[in-house]
T-cell receptor
Framework: EAQVTQNPRYLITVTGKKLTVTCSQN?????MSWYRQDPGLGLRQIYY???????DKGDVPEGYKVSRKEKRNFPLILESPSPNQTSLYFC????????????FGPGTRLLVL | AQTVTQSQPEMSVQEAETVTLSCTYD???????LFWYKQPPSRQMILVIR??????QNATENRFSVNFQKAAKSFSLKISDSQLGDAAMYFC??????????FGGGTRLMVKP
């Protein structure tokens, strides 16, 4: 089954404790992206990647890191989480090209205390 | 920079009736794509409908249709014969020549039995 998977689905952590949210897709998509969803703001892009070893900042990259060592994986790293990073996070993937449909993972609910 | 605005934070509709969700956008690009995504309580992001800006014909998917007014930069979603399963958050999104999606703040649709 074609899908985007994220782990963990739920995470509670404390300020400053490094964490990684994994994202994997099995559709051989070149493009992968991370979004955060906050009430009233919709989804905002954090980072994206056009291919292996190619990443770039989205609209809200501060406090986040990503890597793309393999085509299928695109982990999101919070090296020193803060309470303002409490949010719902989505990973998405698609083929490269204008208007290509993005497929979303199930979301990761993060609470930073 | 591109923006997407959904001016209705919440809407309600009676089961079997028709409802229209509003979306306006702004972009300097001439080639772009518009999307409506549905987010049910499971939080999964589900593509509802997609519209290419160069196409004058409005997209339709079963009970879902759009009213695309390019000059007015308006992209509303009409849901006919509303069903209880249509209750969800709906997000309007814009993609230009690249893959980046810009989302509106969302509209919560409630369906009354």
């Amino acid at each position: 089954e074609a899908q985007v998977t994220q782990n963990p689905r739920y995470l509670i952590t404390v300020t400053g404790k490094k964490l990684t949210v994994t994202c994997s897709q099995n559709m051989n998509h070149e493009y992968m992206s991370w979004y955060r969803q906050d009430p009233g703001l919709g989804l905002r892009q954090i980072y994206y990647s056009m291919n292996v070893e190619v990443t770039d900042k989205g609209d809200v990259p501060e406090g986040y890191k990503v890597s793309r060592k393999e085509k299928r994986n695109f982990p999101l790293i919070l090296e020193s989480p803060s309470p303002n990073q409490t949010s719902l996070y989505f990973c998405a993937s698609s083929l490269i090209g204008a208007g290509k449909t993005q497929y979303f993972g199930p979301g990761t609910r993060l609470l930073v205390l | 920079a591109q923006t997407v605005t959904q001016s209705q934070p919440e809407m309600s509709v009676q089961e079997a009736e028709t409802v229209t969700l509003s979306c306006t956008y702004d972009t300097s690009e001439s080639d772009y794509y518009l999307f409506w995504y549905k987010q049910p309580p499971s939080r999964q992001m589900i593509l509802v409908i997609r519209q290419e800006a160069y196409k004058q014909q409005n997209a339709t998917e079963n009970r879902f249709s759009v009213n695309f007014q390019k000059a007015a930069k308006s992209f509303s979603l009409k849901i006919s014969d509303s069903q209880l399963g249509d209750a969800a958050m709906y997000f309007c999104a814009l993609s230009n020549a690249g893959n980046m999606l810009t989302f509106g703040g969302g509209t919560r649709l409630m369906v009354k039995p």
